[in-house]
C-alpha cells in the first residue's frame, strides 16, 4: 500500500466518521441537540471522538501497511531479526496518548463545571418550575406556579429555562431527555436539581436509562416544547376540572403509586401544596424511624446480655 493510498484511507475514515456523528437521525438523539445543553454536550462528544481517532486511524491504517509490506513474498523488505528498540517509536507510542488524555482530562474538566445540572441557565426569562418524581413506572410532574399536575406529560415553553427538582417515590432511577441534555438521577428521600432549555418548539422523549424492574422499558414520557400562548391555553385547559383527574391530593397520590406499567397521560386540575416535599420526608421520617428502632433494640439486646448484679 502506497503513502498516497494510506493517505486516501484514513480521509475516508474520517469522512464516515464524520457523517455519522453529523447525523439527524432518531437513532443518534445526543448528536441532534434541540437546546444549549444538548449542543455542549454534541460539541464534547465529537471533539473527544475525533481527539481519539488521532489513535485508531494510525493503527488501522500501519495494520493495512505492515501487512502488505512485509508479506512473504515482498523480498524487498527490510529484515532485522536482532532490532529491538527505537527511540523515536517510544517517543511517538508514549507521547501521543499522554497529550490525548490531557487533551480530554481538560475536556471533561471544563465541561463538567460549565454543565453544572446546579447551575441555572443565564437567561433574562424567569424559568418554568417543574418537581419531577419518578414512580413505578411513570412519570409524574409538578407545577408548583401553575397549581397543576401531570404524569406522563412534561410541556413548557420553547426558549424559556425549566428549573428541574427531582426525587424518586420508588428505587434509584434516572431522568434523561436526550436532545435537552444531561442525565440525572432521582432517589428516595432525596432531591436533584437539573435546568434545560429548549431552543425550538418540538416533541422530544424522555426516559428512564435507570433498571427498575418490570415496567422499566416503557417507563417514559413526552416532553413538549410550545410557544409561550400554547403553554398558558394548555395550562388553562387542565385547570378546567371537567378535563381532568380532579386534585392530586394524598389518596390521588397513593393510587399512584400502585405499580403500573405503560401508563397513559393524566392530567390534574389542582395541587396538594408541598406535595412533592412530603414525597421526600416521608422517607426521611421512615429512614430515622427505623435509625431508631434499631438503636432501641440493640441497646435492649446489651442490656439482656449485661450480667445482673447482687444487691
Same mark, same amino acid.
Given at each position: 500500500?502506497?503513502?498516497?493510498?494510506?493517505?486516501?484511507?484514513?480521509?475516508?475514515?474520517?469522512?464516515?466518521?464524520?457523517?455519522?456523528?453529523?447525523?439527524?437521525?432518531?437513532?443518534?438523539?445526543?448528536?441532534?441537540?434541540?437546546?444549549?445543553?444538548?449542543?455542549?454536550?454534541?460539541?464534547?462528544?465529537?471533539?473527544?471522538?475525533?481527539?481519539?481517532?488521532?489513535?485508531?486511524?494510525?493503527?488501522?491504517?500501519?495494520?493495512?501497511?505492515?501487512?502488505?509490506?512485509?508479506?512473504?513474498?515482498?523480498?524487498?523488505?527490510?529484515?532485522?531479526?536482532?532490532?529491538?528498540?527505537?527511540?523515536?517509536?517510544?517517543?511517538?507510542?508514549?507521547?501521543?496518548?499522554?497529550?490525548?488524555?490531557?487533551?480530554?482530562?481538560?475536556?471533561?474538566?471544563?465541561?463538567?463545571?460549565?454543565?453544572?445540572?446546579?447551575?441555572?441557565?443565564?437567561?433574562?426569562?424567569?424559568?418554568?418550575?417543574?418537581?419531577?418524581?419518578?414512580?413505578?413506572?411513570?412519570?409524574?410532574?409538578?407545577?408548583?406556579?401553575?397549581?397543576?399536575?401531570?404524569?406522563?406529560?412534561?410541556?413548557?415553553?420553547?426558549?424559556?429555562?425549566?428549573?428541574?427538582?427531582?426525587?424518586?417515590?420508588?428505587?434509584?432511577?434516572?431522568?434523561?431527555?436526550?436532545?435537552?441534555?444531561?442525565?440525572?438521577?432521582?432517589? *428516595?428521600?432525596?432531591? =436533584?436539581? @437539573? +435546568?434545560? &432549555?429548549?431552543?425550538?418548539?418540538?416533541?422530544? !422523549?424522555?426516559?428512564? $436509562?435507570?433498571?427498575?424492574?418490570?415496567?422499566?422499558?416503557?417507563?417514559?414520557?413526552?416532553?413538549?416544547?410550545?410557544?409561550?400562548?400554547?403553554?398558558?391555553?394548555?395550562?388553562?385547559?387542565?385547570?378546567?376540572?371537567?378535563?381532568?383527574?380532579? *386534585?392530586?391530593?394524598? =389518596?390521588? @397520590? +397513593?393510587? &399512584?403509586?400502585?405499580?403500573?406499567?405503560?401508563? !397513559?397521560?393524566?392530567? $390534574?386540575?389542582?395541587?396538594?401544596?408541598?406535595?412533592?416535599?412530603?414525597?421526600?420526608?416521608?422517607?426521611?421520617?421512615?429512614?430515622?424511624?427505623?435509625?431508631?428502632?434499631?438503636?432501641?433494640?440493640?441497646?435492649?439486646?446489651?442490656?439482656?446480655?449485661?450480667?445482673?448484679?447482687?444487691?
Amino acid at each position: 500500500m502506497t503513502r498516497h493510498a494510506s493517505s486516501r484511507l484514513a480521509g475516508l475514515i474520517a469522512l464516515l466518521a464524520t457523517s455519522l456523528l453529523t447525523g439527524c437521525s432518531k437513532h443518534f438523539a445526543l448528536l441532534d441537540p434541540s437546546g444549549p445543553i444538548g449542543a455542549h454536550e454534541k460539541w464534547i462528544i465529537i471533539v473527544a471522538f475525533l481527539l481519539m481517532l488521532i489513535v485508531v486511524i494510525p493503527v488501522f491504517a500501519m495494520t493495512f501497511l505492515f501487512a502488505w509490506k512485509y508479506r512473504a513474498s515482498n523480498k524487498k523488505a527490510d529484515y532485522a531479526p536482532k532490532w529491538d528498540h527505537s527511540g523515536k517509536i517510544e517517543a511517538v507510542v508514549w507521547t501521543v496518548p499522554a497529550l490525548i488524555i490531557m487533551a480530554l482530562g481538560y475536556l471533561v474538566w471544563t465541561g463538567t463545571h460549565q454543565l453544572s445540572p446546579y447551575q441555572p441557565l443565564a437567561t433574562r426569562d424567569k424559568p418554568v418550575k417543574v418537581e419531577a418524581v419518578a414512580m413505578n413506572w411513570k412519570w409524574l410532574f409538578i407545577y408548583p406556579d401553575q397549581h397543576i399536575a401531570t404524569v406522563n406529560q412534561l410541556v413548557f415553553p420553547a426558549h424559556r429555562p425549566v428549573s428541574f427538582r427531582i426525587t424518586s417515590d420508588t428505587v434509584m432511577t434516572s431522568f434523561f431527555i436526550p436532545r435537552l441534555g444531561s442525565q440525572i438521577y432521582a432517589m *428516595a428521600g432525596m432531591q =436533584t436539581k @437539573l +435546568h434545560l &432549555l429548549a431552543d425550538k418548539p418540538g416533541t422530544f !422523549t424522555g426516559r428512564n $436509562f435507570q433498571f427498575s424492574g418490570k415496567g422499566y422499558a416503557d417507563m417514559h414520557f413526552k416532553a413538549v416544547a410550545t410557544t409561550p400562548g400554547k403553554f398558558r391555553a394548555w395550562v388553562h385547559r387542565i385547570k378546567d376540572a371537567g378535563q381532568s383527574k380532579g *386534585a392530586l391530593n394524598l =389518596t390521588a @397520590l +397513593h393510587r &399512584l403509586e400502585k405499580p403500573s406499567d405503560d401508563e !397513559t397521560v393524566v392530567h $390534574f386540575s389542582s395541587v396538594r401544596p408541598h406535595l412533592f416535599d412530603y414525597i421526600i420526608h416521608k422517607y426521611k421520617a421512615a429512614k430515622a424511624a427505623t435509625q431508631q428502632a434499631a438503636k432501641a433494640a440493640t441497646q435492649q439486646a446489651a442490656k439482656a446480655a449485661s450480667p445482673k448484679t447482687n444487691a
